[in-house]
């Protein structure tokens, strides 16, 4: 099975600049993600009987939390925003890092999907699916690279300003896997979150363990989030009232429904 699980440390960084309020603060956390082949899900879901796509369960695939249009499937879905951005059409394999939604909680504020070529060993593209906070509005950005630098096109956090530009760089699934992305503006970075994980293979003991072990894996992620944004307004970091960035991007619809894959 290519799928399987990844576990690290996910950590922030956030540096004292006028694009802060010149309000320095960090922290991290131990994280797990599932990282599924889409074209292996039926088959991940089917080695515990807690998890499921066919409807409300302790873990659930729920179409509706992730990319697109919920009556397309999530995989269609990942290849239309890629070639809307990039002109062409991947056409092998998509991986999904994402937390599934669990025991009735779903917030993924970044959801990660590899576009693989059809002999699925290297990486063509990668789809990011940003989730604001606290709007829960929903942004894509896509790259072709293992380096690149956009601009911010969405509002995310009520700590942050929207003039900065984002750089990531990232590595592909393997034994190991990390990602980094910056706010910079101009050459100075101004936000630093980053990724270190470690694979483990999926089994039945494995997938259980999520259940019981670590039951609110994305409703850790929510209260982390809100927690910090405590901590930051209590050092005074400004506030910055929502805004949208005049950029010009493709406009991916989200809408409640509910076709699977």
């Known amino acids: 099975m290519r799928s399987g699980l990844y576990e690290g440390r996910l950590s922030h960084h956030r540096y004292a600049h006028r694009a802060t309020g010149e309000v320095a603060h960090a922290f991290g956390y131990d994280v797990a993600y599932p990282l599924v082949f889409l074209d292996e899900l039926d088959e991940v879901l089917g080695l515990h009987p807690l998890w499921s796509r066919r409807g409300p369960s302790p873990v659930w695939f729920r179409r509706a939390d992730y990319l697109g249009d919920p009556s397309v499937a999530l995989s269609d879905a990942v290849r239309d925003a890629a070639e809307a951005w990039l002109g062409r059409r991947p056409t092998g394999p ?152 005049k950029i010009e991007v493709p406009n991916l619809a989200h809408s409640e429904g509910g076709a699977s894959g």
């Open 94 to 245: 998509i991986a999904m890092l994402a937390h599934l939604r669990t025991w009735g909680w779903s917030f993924n504020p970044l959801s990660i999907y590899y576009c693989y070529d059809e002999r699925c060993v290297d990486v063509e593209a990668v789809v990011l699916e940003v989730t604001s906070t606290p709007w829960l509005e929903r942004h894509v950005y896509v790259v072709d690279a293992p380096e690149a630098r956009f601009a911010k096109a969405m509002h995310v956090s009520p700590f942050m300003d929207m003039a900065c530009d984002y750089e990531l760089t990232w590595t592909p699934p393997g034994e190991q896997l990390t990602a980094r992305l910056r706010n910079v503006v101009g050459d100075e970075p101004v936000f630093d979150a980053r990724m270190t994980l470690r694979r483990r293979e999926l089994s039945r003991q494995v997938l259980g363990g999520l259940v019981w072990h670590d039951p609110q894996p994305s409703f850790r992620a929510s209260a982390a989030i809100y927690r910090q944004a405590l901590a930051l307004a209590r050092k005074g970091a400004p506030f910055h009232a929502r805004r949208s960035a």
